[in-house]
């Protein structure tokens, strides 16, 4: 199994900054694209933004020019500076990754349990 632990929400001002961090953990994985998803209150999960361990990054349209994910392939970890917050910013922020199990011999989707950011003044 593979464990993802986040941290760095809170409370922000409209126009400030955050940066959340994500560390994944566990044996016998390796990761291929990891990243950020956010559920806001009455809405759908969605895509932030994700990085794959070649480097090649996707964003949501909503946080082009805002949002910088990046992520450090030899501890796991992946994170993602939001600058520039807007009230619509406001969501639960979840660490999703996409790993290979060795023991299973197959990728699957890993998620941690969420980090709350609400943008607000």
């Known amino acids: 199994q593979v464990q993802l632990v986040e941290s760095g929400g809170g409370l922000v001002q409209p126009g400030g900054s955050l940066i959340l961090s994500c560390a994944a953990s566990?044996?016998?994985?390796?990761?291929?694209?990891m990243g950020w998803y956010r559920q806001a209150v009455g809405k759908q999960r969605e895509m932030v933004a994700t990085?794959?361990?070649?480097?090649?990054?996707d964003y949501a349209d909503s946080v082009k020019g805002r949002f910088t994910i990046s992520r450090d392939n030899a501890k796991n970890t992946v994170d993602l500076q939001m600058d520039t917050l807007k009230s619509d910013d406001t969501a639960v922020y979840y660490c999703?990754?996409?790993?290979?199990?060795?023991?299973?011999?197959?990728?699957?989707?890993?998620w941690g349990q969420g980090t709350q950011v609400t943008v607000s003044s």
């Open positions: 999703y990754a996409w790993a290979y199990m060795r023991s299973r011999w197959s990728y699957s989707d890993y």
């Open positions: 566990g044996s016998g994985f390796s990761i291929g694209r």
């Open positions: 990085l794959s361990n070649g480097g090649s990054a």
